[in-house]
């Protein structure tokens, strides 16, 4: 077990960093957790203005930032696609990737789908239960299953904005 | 005559079966808001996959841990309608929690909840129907409630997926909790039912009732612990199958993906329903081993079918034999337990043993599916689901005893082959 660990040791270490400049370092687990925490709690906090604000805190208005996890997400012709259950961050924190479940009927046969963050469309000032997706359900149903505890992901990636699939919007 | 005194009579009979048949069917109602739809409620609350995960196996363990302890719980109180309705309370009260403050803490007791009075309730409904029709007639009346708890279920689905979908996550909770009320309207006749442990014989030989058989002398009863290997060999290969399923119609079926996971929920309880009183009577007739067989075979045929199907329509044909297994052994289980533990006091805790070999089969049979999917693809996967089927039917073929065939006209009085083969069976009824 130690020799293996010996002689695998610069290998595992290489895989350690070349995973996470791949931004695939699944931390998400945890890291939502804090943004979407509001959402969680049903207004108990909300509209309580607190008199004495401390001075390391300020202002960040909902119409500016909010949670994602549970978010509904839309495909571009309104068709529901799903719900974000997790955020994929690289190493410095910038998101990589949305996860969606997928499909099903009453939580059975739903699949979990990694999907590029750049395809997810925010309508700034907007503070909507949906998300709008720039991919359709054809082109996520294929899509291999997101699985947390794999070395790699294979997340889903909009089409080159040049030359749209079958040409149609 | 002391039996008479005993068993309900004319109208009062009637009345208790109406009670039955209401009582499983909005109890399957309940039953069925649960589930893999929490996952999805709990996901539009903002919840984590980690802290989800970590609700669903706590209602596990809680099921699990809780089955034979609740078992002999309810062998304890003598009035089972007082078992159902604290258990439907129960259900009321968890629909409400997870409704209304889906936040850690009353998640968790709300999981808890439900998993315990999940392992209350079969069994009281069980020990009522014995109480109601007696064992000879078991076979008739279980099939019955199987096809009243199976319209339940298709409703059900049907009701809370338009619920979800057009209403919200929360309404289908909601609907759950307003489903509990006429469930405890159906208890109403059956509230003054004798327990049937405190019965003279159930089969209405007028002996006596027995002092509560010992327990190790149960837990080491060949035909039980056959029958709980069997039931825990089907659901290990069982429960994965309708998931993957649904999976790959999610992957290959397009738009129509989620009408068809819904028709493969849906087809099997329309064939219980169907099917279920003449399941009943055919396991009265024919005896409970050919049924436990065909029901169990079933399995490797459709995980056969599945492996080798690429049409996803097909799919939700072949679903059609989930209900015929469904159907078999939902009517077995209490039926096979009654026959062995029906008069020992023990028959809450004998149903709460094969419960809890069925949970965790259940529980491996989930994971199973998935890894072997992972590593070999769906096809494999099915394939390997249905092998285990085959384990069972042929466990069951080889090993499995008789246990029936205790009816009157069957075994009459100084038929000595008939009495033997009771006896050896029916320990309790010997010493």
Known sequence: MSANALRAGGLVLLGAIAAAGAGTLAVAQEQPASPAAPVAQPSAEKPKVNPQIPENVEPLPASEATGVLGKKVRGPNGEDLGLIVDVLVDAHGLPRAAVIDFGGFLGVGSRKVAIDWQALNFSPGGRTSTLELSLDRAQIQAAPEYKADSPTAQMVVAPPALSPPDGQK | ???????????????????????????????????????????????????IGLALSLGTIAAMASQIPAGALVDAIPSKALVALLSILAFTASALLFALWPTPLWVYAAEVLHGFSSCTLGPAIAAMSLAVVGSGLLGPRLGRNARFASIGNGVAAALMGLC?????????????????????????????????????????????????????????????????????????GNAALLP?????????????????????????QLVVAVISPAVGEFAEQRGRRLVLFIGLCTLPLRGLLFAVMANPAALVLIQALDGIAAACLGILVPLVVSDIAGNTGRYNLSLGFVGLAIGVGATIST??????????????????????????????????PETGGHRPQ???????????????????RKT
Request: hydrophobic share 50%.
């Open chain 2, 244 to 268: 993957l399923a649904g999976n790959t119609l999610t992957k290959e079926a397009g738009r129509l993906a989620s009408l068809l996971i819904a028709g493969c929920i849906i087809v099997p």
């Open chain 2, 1 to 51: 005559m002391a039996s008479a005194k005993n068993r309900l009579a004319g109208e009062d009979a009637i009345a208790a079966g109406r009670g039955l048949d209401g009582l499983n069917l909005f109890v399957a109602n309940i039953q069925t808001g649960f589930g893999p739809f929490i996952s999805v409620y709990l996901t539009t609350k903002g919840w984590t996959q980690t802290g």
């Open chain 2, 367 to 400: 994971s199973l599916g998935g890894r072997v999917a992972d590593a070999f693809g769906a096809p494999v996967a099915f394939a390997s689901l249905g092998a285990v089927g085959l384990m069972a039917a042929l466990l069951a073929l080889w090993a499995m």
């Open chain 2, 164 to 236: 979800g979908y057009y209403v919200s996550p929360q309404a289908v909770f909601f609907l759950t909790a307003a489903m509990t009320l006429p469930a405890v309207a159906s208890l109403v006749p059956l509230r003054r039912l004798p327990d049937p442990a405190r019965m003279t014989d159930p089969c209405g030989t007028g002996r006596p009732a027995r002092p509560r058989t010992p327990l190790r002398r149960l837990l080491t009863n060949r035909a039980l612990l056959i029958f709980a290997g069997c039931a825990m060999l089907f659901t290990l």
């Open chain 2, 410 to 428: 069957n075994a009459l009085p100084g038929d000595g082959a008939s009495e033997a083969r009771r006896s050896s069976l029916h320990w309790d």
